[in-house]
C-alpha cells in the first residue's frame, strides 16, 4: 500500500464541458465538474441520493482527450490526486479549493453512434 499515498478514483457524470486553455509553450489545461452519486435507503426504506460535486483539473495530453471527447453529461472514470491550493480572488480575499488532478481519464456508458 506504500504506493497508494494520495490516489483518487471517481466514476460520476461531467456537470460541464471542459474549459481548456493553451499555455505559453503549446500544453494544455482543462478544467471542469463532476457529480458522483451515493445511494443507500433509510429506515423506512426509501431509496436516499447524495451528489458530491468535484472540481477536476487535466494537464497536456489528458487535457488534450477531454477537449475532444467529453462533454456535459458524459459518464467517466478519473483517476488521479487530490490537491489543496490557496489564491486571491477579485476582492483580495484568500480562498481555499481542493481539486482532483487528474492523470488518466476513462470514457464509459454508451458509445455514441454516428
Known sequence: MYALKNKVQLIGNLGNAPE????????????????TNESWRDRAGRKETETTWHNIVAWGK???????????????????????????????????????????????GEKERA
Open 20 to 35: 481548456v486553455k493553451t499555455l505559453e509553450g503549446g500544453k494544455k489545461v482543462a478544467r471542469f465538474s463532476m457529480a
Open 62 to 108: 489528458v487535457a488534450e482527450i477531454a477537449e475532444k471527447y467529453l462533454t456535459k453529461g458524459k459518464e467517466v472514470a478519473i483517476e488521479g490526486k487530490l490537491v489543496n491550493r490557496t489564491y486571491n480572488d477579485k476582492d483580495g480575499n484568500k480562498r481555499y479549493i481542493t481539486e482532483i488532478v487528474a492523470n488518466e481519464l476513462l470514457m464509459i
